[in-house]
């Protein structure tokens, strides 16, 4: 019985190693592409990825008749999707809520959901700075394609599922590249505490830029200067990014009408020095 439990373990380790060299491979060949949703019938690809995991899985929102999770920023936003040509399907999608649109200045979702814990200092200095911002927001990856390594527990080989997490990688880019491409400097998000933690073990220079608050469990609202990612994407990801780029390239920039006057922002990583997440939990 050892023996075959050994055999088993070796078994599992090399399909692990082989899946991630499969998807390694993917990742620079681009067999992950990042569409932009601009047409009504790419959005709807991207409506159904977010309800099969918002409303289906994860229970977020209520499931829709039309399996299309939707709502009222969706038409101040940019969107795209992951393609996966091995699969040859819609396996992720993101978005980036503006903050300007055509003009009139939007609330953005995490100004909502963090009304009274936000650094409005902070915020508002951004907002009058004359820079293009905007939230990351639905960003999502369907089940089977962000596994972060070998599933715990007993699986046979045929159904083991280790795609890790190069699919969400390329959305990230993705992120990265339609943001540059649209002239948006900086961005914002609402994320849980252990992702900001990861993003600063990665040294992406995410800021806190207030309290958490429970939405979905405990989140916090964070900041990521664009031009500050463009200049730690590792030179290894840098083909990928580059592929990426040429897929968004022909996505118009952010229509925000009249730029204010820029102002002087104030020292964004002295919110570093905020009451720390673990204060705030133990309240």
Avoid at 41 to 48: G, L, N, P, S, V
Wanted: hydrophobic fraction near 35%; proline fraction near 4%.
């Amino acid at each position: 019985m050892a023996r075959r439990g050994l055999k088993e373990g070796f078994l599992l380790l090399c399909a692990s190693y082989w899946n991630n060299i499969k998807e390694t491979f993917n990742l620079i060949t681009h067999a992950y592409r990042i569409l932009p949703a601009e047409s009504e019938e790419m959005k709807r690809e991207a409506f159904k990825i977010r309800h099969k995991v918002y409303c289906s899985e994860f229970k977020y929102e209520d499931t829709r008749d039309t399996e299309m999770e939707e709502d009222e920023f969706d038409n101040h936003s940019s969107h795209m999707v992951v393609y996966s040509r091995s699969h040859k399907s819609y396996i992720g999608c993101a978005r980036l809520v503006h903050g300007r649109h055509e003009g009139v200045s939007k609330e953005l979702p995490f100004e909502h959901h963090c009304a009274n814990q936000i650094d409005h200092k902070i915020l508002n200095s951004i907002k009058n700075s004359g820079h293009e911002y905007a939230e990351v927001s639905r960003l999502t990856i369907e089940k089977n394609f962000r596994n972060m390594g070998q599933k715990k527990g007993k699986k046979s080989l045929s159904r083991q599922k280790n795609y890790n997490a190069f699919a969400l990688i390329t959305l990230y880019l993705g992120v990265q590249a339609m943001a540059r491409q649209q002239g948006i400097r900086y961005l914002f998000a609402i994320v849980e505490p252990r992702l900001l933690k990861n993003l600063h073990h990665h040294n992406v220079p995410a800021i806190q830029i207030g309290k958490g608050v429970d939405h979905r469990g405990l989140r916090v609202p964070i900041m990521i200067d664009v031009e500050d990612i463009e200049r730690i994407i590792p030179s290894a990801l840098k083909p990928v990014y580059n592929n990426i780029k040429r897929d968004v390239k022909d996505v118009k920039p952010a229509n925000i009408g009249a730029m204010t006057e820029s102002l002087d922002i104030p020292d964004l990583y002295a919110a570093q020095e905020q009451e720390p997440l673990q204060g705030k939990m133990a309240q």
